[in-house]
């Protein structure tokens, strides 16, 4: 599996953007990059995923680099409610080594401060 | 969009007793979930990927024999953990594919499990 690289920690004030930025240099050519939120003793929540164009929905906007080495997740107006440990990670969707499974590694703790 | 439930959210139990964790997928049918295991302050860890009607597989290092596995109909797997030691004392969290498209997968809340 293409491994991630994230920061341990960021802060970001309320109503402000967060942009967690994500380091996956060895992702292969048909691994989609996965992020997914964990608030606290609750499970996982996915967010936005994308292969290599720019993607956004309604809690988020994915921008991955042409290269497709890394990418950044933007929150456009952080809440105090988006606190939680935010999880990068590629898999492909058919076939490949990564397939079907979702490995996380250690994520990004987004504290949202007033 | 498509809904995991676990059950129960947290259990105690006595060291060298069974406990069992339901994993039921509420509006979609699901052939393959996955359990995971994660400790205080880590990440999560795959435990197994459990296929309906046929042997669970399990990741490096997981022992089979303690970690049951069943997964007998399309909306429900079920994780026992067998004579349980305080050590097993972890949150254990399923996941399965979200068919409503995109490739992402929804997640249970999770249980956790206390062991004394």
């Known amino acids: 599996d293409a491994k991630t690289t994230q920061p341990t920690s960021m802060d970001c004030a309320e109503g402000r953007a967060a942009n967690l930025p994500c380091n996956h240099s060895t992702i292969s050519g048909n691994e989609y990059v996965y992020w997914y939120r964990q608030i606290h003793s609750q499970g996982p929540q996915y967010i936005i995923h994308?292969?290599?164009n720019n993607e956004t929905n309604e809690m988020a906007s994915l921008i991955i680099t042409e290269d497709r080495k890394s990418s950044t997740l933007i929150l456009p107006h952080a809440t105090l409610r988006d606190t939680a440990v935010y999880y990068c990670i590629v898999r492909a969707n058919a076939g490949g080594t990564s397939y079907g499974k979702l490995t996380f590694g250690q994520g990004t703790i987004l504290t949202v401060h007033p | 969009g498509a809904v995991v439930s676990q059950h129960p959210s947290w259990v105690i139990c006595k060291s060298g007793t069974s406990v069992k964790i339901e994993c039921r997928s509420l509006?979609?049918?699901?052939?393959?979930m996955f359990w995971y295991r994660q400790f205080p302050k880590q990440s999560l860890m795959l435990m197994a990927t459990?296929?309906?009607?046929?042997?669970?597989?399990?990741e490096q290092g997981v022992e089979k024999d303690k970690f049951l596995i069943n997964h007998a109909s399309l909306t429900l797997s079920t994780l026992t953990v067998t004579s349980a030691h305080p050590e097993d004392s972890s949150f254990y969290i399923c996941?399965?594919?979200?068919?409503?498209?995109?490739?992402?997968?929804?997640f249970g809340s999770g249980t956790r499990l206390t062991v004394v």
């Open positions: 509006d979609f049918q699901a052939t393959t």
């Open positions: 994308g292969l290599k």
């Open positions: 459990s296929n309906e009607g046929s042997k669970a597989t399990y």
């Open positions: 996941s399965a594919r979200d068919p409503t498209g995109g490739g992402g997968y929804t």
